[in-house]
């Protein structure tokens, strides 16, 4: 109901749930898959927080409705705002940004007016139904402004920020109009997580260059303001992850690995076979692994008889001219790859432009003897976190990207520079030819490192600086023990209107 508050309120560009319309003309929910809404869930149900987001398709304006027990706050967009706000400032103007121009961003006043615009409106929401002194965590580069709309608004509120893509170093975030802007608004949390080290100290020196303000890691001194107090607030990393046992149950499973036999026998059991995972997006490096594969079969150091790669390109925003672009030139390499190598009976590269669920996934990473993480820049990349989880047999060699935030905790891996192709190939070479007992040996150590930093633990670990950092969540009774298990008491106090 509408006066109703929450002790605890997640903002995020996207709700946990989707919209499923049947043949009839009805429409149900169904939870979306992701690491998000599994590392948080356990605590929206415990706390009977809420989740404020939009739905995914325009023009719905939805009251508040309650779904498998969270309570769901749906954000309204119209097609011109998911064109101007999520297509273009979002996806045209930050996302390229942030990750090092890879491609040029786009610089458009009206697109920033609707980011701001529906900014408002997110933060709006999330006041409407945060309770007197609620914690609310916001989430990612679509909503960066929400945090100080919500301290001007509700400055009771404990606000926590988490940025899952990187924050870029000032000499590239200085190229952005509205660069003090979003260095006010993000300075509106309390805490500020990232994904590694040097993206928090990215974000710290923007605030000291653009505002003067005091820095010290992991602390930012942001003064008194707008009739506001003085505060510190907390920027550092906080490296996300994923439900590692519920992969682990699935590759445990006797359909997955009786699918993951399957999948061999249907690519001709060849010695060995190559995997690569992503989004079809330019920061995957998906171009520069086709380029090194591709080198390889030309030189004679792989054969298509003995090697193939699976190559997963699930549809990401299409209606942006770059991804079309990018779709064309992937598609194209892909038909020469297997124009000048493939063969009647072997095929170079399996191409597949849609995504699968988990249980197909994992199946792909049990048949895979070695996953290809190949970003150009990346905040963290759980395709390979998943790889790792999945890989209950310690088998398997994961060659990664040191430009992907989990370079950083997968230190085993085989690491590489993406734009190094000859480096690459012979990264490509070792993973072939390496023997079980190192592959093992390598395996192991990568899914201690995952098993210890699970999704439960980066939640914890961020809720529990929050928790440091204002003692907001600890009124109702929280105790976020990175090392234990979720435990709430909830006795939120009597609820006033601000």
Partial sequence: MADERYAFVVVSNRLPVDRVVADDGSASWTQSPGGLVTALEPVMRQIEGAWVGWIGQPGDDLKPFTHNGLRIVPVALSEGEIESYYEGFSNDTIWPLYHDVIVPATYHRDWWDAYVEVNQRFADNAASVADTGATVWVQDYQLQLVPRMLRLARPDLVIGFFNHIPFPAYGLYSQLPWRTQIIEGLLGADVLGFQRVSDAGNFSRAARRLLGY?????????????????????????????????FEELAHSPAVQARAKEIREELGNPKTVMLGVDRLDYTKGIGHRLKAFSELLAEGRLNVVDVTLVQVASPSRERVETYKHLRDEIELTVGRINGDFGTIGHQAVNYLHHGFPREEMAALYLASDVMLVTALRDGMNLVAKEYVAARHDEDGVLVLSEFAGAADELKTSLRINPHDIDGLKDAIMQAVDMQRAERRKRMRSLRKRVRENDVGHWSRSFLRALSDANGGIDRYGFDPDPLGDLEWTVERPPSTSP
């Fill in 214 to 246: 005091t820095t010290r890691s992991p602390y930012v001194d942001v003064p008194a303001t707008e009739g506001l107090p003085a505060r510190r607030v907390v920027a550092r990393a906080f490296p996300i992850s994923i439900d590692v046992t519920a």
